[in-house]
């Protein structure tokens, strides 16, 4: 039985030392490239291009967290609504039903964020 599993252990063991190498080799040559020694320009943070200009520890408005919820609320639906529409033929009406519902609760997961303003940047 285990001769079964020794082509996947052959197999991960060629992945590690083909990772262990690569990694090694970059790091090599990341350390004798002549780039690796910057001047404190290069050395320094940035942020999009352009100095930090806030602690990173800042608190994040309200608003982010509103349309991270809806982002998921419509990601969910998305993702459900495809491979429900394919099997629509063999799930019959149970199926229609337990898609109604949830489409429902998303519903009312929309209207609460439209309640609470996530959806106007003012």
Known sequence: MLA???PVL???ALAAVLAAVLLGLGLVLGRLSVRHRGDAAKLSPYECGF????DSRMKFDVRYYLIAILFIIFDL???FLF???VS???IGGFGMAAMGVFLAILTIGFAYEWKKG???WD
């Open 83 to 85: 491979p429900w529409a």
């Open 118 to 120: 996530a959806l106007e």
């Open 51 to 54: 100095e930090a200009f806030e």
């Open 77 to 79: 639906e998305i993702a």
């Open 88 to 90: 629509l033929g063999r």
């Open 10 to 12: 052959i197999f991960l």
């Open 4 to 6: 079964n599993y020794l």
